[in-house]
């Protein structure tokens, strides 16, 4: 009888054995390791910006004076809202540019001539609106450039950054 007793015994002394050394550090230790002071923590780093997709759309055309502006909006996509001027009522604009370097995306826009031959133009300025969204994989840019390439040369219109 008393076998079995010590028995038993032996065996819940054995059980907690096991459950120290299963809380990971030697039993009875309830020291914990601070972290040093002089360690900086090693940053995760950020993913590239890729830009995935881009579409420009002319949204309208006014006979009017010069004018050059862009505003820039960041939610998901990057969105461009602009004006730009071309000489004549022939003037449309392109997206002539939009590429990412060191987070920054850089667009150009022109304004381009766009007739037949036969076709006859108003002779005053027309101001160009547009719309540009640029969609991108993992990350957005930190930093959008804006320039514009009309009949007054190339002006950076805004530089935006997130």
């Known amino acids: 009888m008393k076998r079995r007793q010590v028995l038993s015994l032996a065996g ?6 096991v459950a120290g050394c299963l809380e990971g550090g030697p039993a009875g230790d309830d020291s914990t390791e601070e972290p040093d002071e002089n360690e900086t923590p090693t940053p995760t780093p950020k993913p590239a910006p890729v830009l995935a997709s881009k579409s420009f759309t002319v949204t309208g055309t006014e006979s009017g004076e010069s004018s050059q502006r862009a505003e ?32 920054t995306l850089a667009v150009t826009v022109k304004a381009v001539e766009d007739r037949d031959d036969d076709e006859m133009c108003t002779q005053a300025l027309v101001k160009i609106d547009y719309e540009a969204t640029f969609e991108f994989e993992d990350a957005l840019p930190d930093r959008v450039v804006v320039k514009h390439d009309s009949m007054d040369g190339v002006e950076t219109v805004v530089e935006k950054d997130r």
Do not use: P, Q
Request: aromatic share 6%.
């Open 12 to 17: 819940g002394v054995g059980l907690a054995t």
């Open 72 to 103: 820039v909006s960041f939610d998901d996509t990057i969105r461009i809202n602009g004006t730009t001027t071309g000489n004549n009522g022939c003037y449309t604009a392109k997206l002539a540019k939009a590429d990412v370097r060191d987070g």
